[in-house]
């Protein structure tokens, strides 16, 4: 056995920090059990070491000088959950740079320089752990890197982002608009004061980014991530989708090997009501595997908070403390990098406009003869055959809902006839799409 204790420095002691500092000074003797080494923490780097705190910690442990946690000798190990890119970034680098091993939750440092970091631990010969960097709680990381480390991983659909999720379950399930869901989820403290990154879709994309980087032994440029959020979605889009054609509609982020490469994707999608990932309601995440051994597997749980994020990065901390203890951290492919080279190899992404799937359209038309047989027409001028179509009755004004599922189609294909479409004198405002997807 190596090290008798494992000196610990927390980066950040905001709510996720606090969680951790909690688990750690008041679950010490089951810790120590479990890592095999006493646990110590040892530095807290924050802001104001003069700020109140809610969690009570020895006297001398506060700095505000995080660089001096990370060149301080006798620190094994460093947790970062400062979050952002600046500075985390310089302090993760520097900590692998001393050769301290690293534990950090940060999904956009690891989605927008995930080879960097690859390339730094492996060169310096020291371990990066990010469980919590996805899913909060859910062992999503640990699964993928150790527990499915026979598949060959072919799919990923993952609801990893509870504030979008639980505005599509309001709206759903309460017929609210986006805009009243949104509030709902702001007062509840499930949405930000600026939910952009939320509902917009990047923060599932720099998750997608991490599991299908490693999922998929590759390393996936964020900005080849095609993105699209939840703003433009309606109440009318969740009975149609539900009523009319027994679907319902989740944000994705999807991930799909295919021949001639991956599909990294993040959108609202249509997916069967018998699905696994239907049920997954409100806050909660939920991630689907799909590995040629083992066929499906799905990981479902609370996707953040405080006390399940800290959950998983304890988790982390308690793998590179073991491995300390017992003198192979680092050593031969140990933690979720695993034998993952330096310079992982890049495997081609898939443009949106290659993709083949089923599409729904709701369109706004005057409600003149002709209009479906001429919007028919250009579908089918372009390859794409319509599967169902809705039209209600007009309610009042000119202009009614036209709903139309589709077979098959290539995206590209699709997108240029609704160039023509939306050119028609009868169709007005800009069509809804939305993907579906049969979830494997």
């Not at 924050?46 to 700020?51: F, I, P, R, S, Y």
């Not at 930000?192 to 879709?201: C, M, R």
């Not at 996936?220 to 009319?244: C, K, M, N, S, W």
Request: charged share 25%; glycine share 10%; hydrophobic share 45%.
């Amino acid at each position: 056995m190596g090290k008798p204790s494992v000196r610990i420095g927390l980066l950040g002691l905001g709510t996720v920090g606090t969680g951790v500092a909690r688990i750690l000074t008041t679950h010490r003797d089951e810790l120590d059990r479990k890592a095999g080494t006493r646990l110590e923490l040892a530095r807290v780097a924050v802001k104001d070491a003069k700020k109140a705190r809610e969690v009570d910690l020895p006297p001398g442990l506060l700095t505000e000088d995080a660089l001096g946690v990370i060149k301080d000798p006798s620190i094994d190990l460093v947790v970062e959950l400062i979050g952002g890119i600046h500075p985390a970034r310089l302090l993760v680098l520097e900590a692998i740079k001393a050769r301290k091993h690293v534990v950090t939750a940060n999904k956009a440092l690891l989605a927008e320089h995930w080879s960097e970091i690859v390339s730094a631990a492996r060169s310096a010969g020291v371990e990066v752990y990010f469980e919590a960097a996805v899913g909060g709680g859910i062992p999503i990381i640990q699964s993928l890197s150790e527990g499915l480390a026979a598949n060959r991983i072919e799919a990923i659909y993952g609801i990893v982002n509870g504030t979008s999720n639980y505005i599509l379950t309001r709206m759903d399930k309460d017929k609210k608009t986006f805009a009243e869901a949104l509030k709902e989820a702001q007062k509840k403290g499930y949405a930000e004061a600026d939910p952009a990154l939320d509902v917009g879709g990047g923060d599932a994309a720099h998750k997608l980014v991490v599991l299908s980087s490693l999922a998929f032994d590759t390393a996936v440029p964020f900005g080849r991530v095609h993105v699209e959020g939840i703003e433009e979605l309606t109440p009318q889009d969740f009975a149609y989708a539900r009523e009319e054609f027994g679907y319902v509609v989740k944000l994705l982020a999807i991930a799909k090997r295919e021949e001639d490469g991956l599909e990294v994707r993040v959108h609202p999608t249509l997916l069967p009501e018998t699905h696994l990932l239907a049920d997954v309601e409100g806050a909660y995440n939920a991630i689907f595997v799909v590995g040629d051994a083992v066929g499906s597997a799905m990981f479902y749980g609370l996707g953040a908070g405080q006390m399940p994020t800290a959950s998983a990065v304890v988790s982390d901390v308690l793998y590179v403390a073991r491995s300390i203890a017992y003198d192979v951290a680092g050593r031969a492919g140990w933690g979720p990098f695993g034998d993952i080279p330096s310079s992982a190899p890049a495997l081609p992404i898939r443009p949106i406009a290659d993709l083949t799937c089923r599409y729904y359209l709701r369109l706004s038309v005057l409600d003149h003869p002709g209009v479906l047989a001429a919007i028919a027409h250009l579908l089918g001028e372009h390859g794409v055959s319509i599967a169902a179509v809705v039209q209600k009755e007009r309610a009042k004004g000119d202009r009614v809902p036209l709903v139309i599922l589709t077979y098959e189609a290539k995206e590209r294909d699709m997108r240029h006839a609704l160039e023509k479409i939306e050119a028609l004198p009868a169709v007005k405002g800009k069509t809804m799409l939305l993907r579906v997807e049969r979830g494997e």
